[in-house]
């Protein structure tokens, strides 16, 4: 087991690593306890070398792994990746370069949606995880050989992984799919959340826009506040407190001594940043409020095109052999159905493989049949 420790081992290891066509990478980190997630571990493994690194090590500094993410022609191959993305930007300020998703890679394979690391060892790798380890105290040292063991895995199966979706990908014509895919994921603001828009995370049903703009200032405040002191945000406030404080409107302490989801030990400090959330709030003038749109069913002349077009995307997305969600979703097809061109589907990949057609079926271009033989639906584009 090549766990590093030591700032010379790391420096060697990266350089090794360095002169191959990929990496694999995985991270091991605990956030039940803070705002910002504490990075315990980071695996990775290249053909033929692969090692866990230890960031909690006495005087270990990971620039040589920061150097090593910013590679060009080095392939970063992860699964799921945006929560280690996110770490690895919260630490060097920096987005790796030239990603790979096994997990996105294996949606437009035929392995479904968002499938996951352990289910893809078991059809492409052929083995069982032993994932026992998943939940432990990675914090806590020295590590067990079963947990060092389990880290392990998460990188070393990743090579036979990655190895066997890219040449699915490259046979299938697919290698722009993943291309636009993965330009999403380098975008800073995927890993950035503005105080000013922490309100949009919550479920908060329907509101008004007096109340929702409390919300706001609430959720803002709980945000800074989480940031400055590193704890969960529901150290400050739960979800569910701040909703009911946006509902509620309490301007004095017996307001709050009669809310259910408030700490009935709530500090005076606490309440009166609430208070002053809420006064906040209302001095703002109305066209500054939050304006949501109330939700709507879609216009009863498009419910027929857009049941119709739920059934080209199934067709579409059968033949391709991926999820139809990874294509589109019912608000983009209502959109569609509305005459609405600026939307995801219409671009790229997506356009190539439905967004074309779904325009034809809407100017009737497109006609519907039923194959006598396989009892299979199937669009034809109308000659002339």
Known sequence: ????????????????????????????????????????????????????????????????????????????????????????????????????????????????????????????????????????????????EKQLTYALSDVTFLRTIYESLKKQIEEAGRTSWIAEEHIQLSDPALYQIEPNNAWKRLKYGTMRPKHLAVLRELAQWREIEARKNDVPRGRILKDEALVELASALPRKAADLARMRSVDKNLSKTKADQVFACVEAALALPQTEWPQVGKSRKPPENITSLVAMLQLLLKVKADVHGIAAPLITGKDELEALALGKTDIMVLQGWRNDVFGREAKLLIEGKLKLSLNPKTKQVVFEEVEG
């Open 1 to 144: 087991m090549n766990l590093i420790t030591k700032q010379s081992e790391l420096t060697k290891f990266c350089a090794q690593v360095e002169a191959g066509a990929y990496v694999t990478v995985d991270t091991e980190f605990i956030r039940d306890k803070t705002y910002f997630p504490k990075l315990c571990l980071i695996q990775i493994a290249g053909k033929d070398d692969a090692a866990i690194i230890d960031p909690l090590a006495a005087g270990i500094k990971l620039e040589p792994v920061f150097a090593l993410l910013q590679k060009p022609d080095l392939v970063k191959v992860f699964h799921a990746c945006r929560q280690d993305i996110e770490i690895f930007y919260l630490l060097s300020g920096a987005i790796p370069v030239n990603i790979f998703d096994t997990q996105i890679a294996a949606s437009v394979c035929g392995y479904g949606e968002s499938v996951s690391y352990e289910t893809l060892v078991n059809k492409i790798v052929g083995q069982d995880l032993d994932k026992s380890s998943r939940f432990t105290d990675w914090s806590a040292r020295p590590l067990t």
